[in-house]
């Protein structure tokens, strides 16, 4: 599997602010995405991050409030934007090599509070 | 739209007890599915993988069941021990290239010593 690492580990941050979270990865993937997992819940996919041209989002996401970039294959950025209370929620990356190999691996994840 | 989701929310064993976890699934074009482990504060780890042509896959004391003609999943710990109390996630992925993944709702398992 591989080695997934993001940054920050967790933050809190004032309403109307702006947080970039880093997710790195040990090896090149193919794909690459991001998700969200507000308290107590389950994970929602965000958007699907893709190499060298503008993500792809999920219904109830937009590029205004998620800005994603992706510069190469082992990273990747997501911005969250303006943001609020309702923010507040642990932000994922995941890895997957493509192909024939549909495994799926995580970060550890961003824990972002917004006050 | 379509979804995955789960039997149980919350799971009570004593330790060195088999432990069953059951996940249901509604769309029947899925053909990949995976369990997640998530320990407090750490993102999903991958547990066990299985492929809609399978109907079970064996791990590491870990056992995963397919059943698609009533469209269930379900993952199988043997001898649970305290360490894999967390929160399980079955995930079901409609396969080609869209690599997406549609989680379901999560159970709490709590190994008693």
């Known amino acids: 599997s591989a080695v997934i690492s993001q940054k920050p580990s967790r933050d809190i941050c004032q309403r109307g602010t702006s947080l970039t979270i880093q997710c790195q990865v040990d090896s090149q993937v193919t794909m690459m995405f991001w998700y969200r997992q507000q308290p107590g819940q389950s994970l929602t996919l965000i958007a699907t991050?893709?190499?060298?041209?503008?993500?792809?989002?999920e219904s109830g996401f937009v590029i205004d409030k998620f800005p994603i970039s992706r510069p190469n294959l082992t990273f990747s950025t997501l911005t969250v934007s303006n943001m609020s209370p309702e923010d507040s929620s642990i932000y994922l990356c995941?890895?997957?090599?493509?192909?024939?190999?549909?495994?799926?691996?995580f970060g550890p994840g961003t824990r972002l509070t917004v006050l | 739209g379509e979804s995955v989701g789960l039997h149980l929310p919350t799971l009570s064993v004593q330790e060195g007890d088999n432990s069953i976890i059951n996940c249901a699934y509604s769309n029947s074009a899925s053909d990949y599915f995976i369990w997640y482990k998530q320990e407090s504060g750490k993102g999903p780890q991958f547990i066990i993988d299985?492929?809609?042509?399978?109907d079970k896959r064996q791990g590491q004391r870990v056992t995963v069941l397919l059943n698609k003609t009533v469209k269930h999943l379900s993952l199988q710990i043997a001898a649970t021990q305290p360490g894999d109390s967390a929160v399980y996630f079955c995930?079901?992925?409609?396969?080609?290239?869209?690599?997406?993944?549609?989680f379901g709702k999560g159970t709490l398992l709590t190994v008693n010593p």
């Open positions: 991050a893709n190499q060298g041209s503008e993500a792809t989002y």
């Open positions: 995930a079901e992925n409609s396969g080609g290239s869209n690599y997406k993944l549609t």
């Open positions: 995941s890895v997957a090599r493509g192909g024939e190999h549909n495994e799926q691996f």
């Open positions: 299985i492929r809609s042509n399978m």
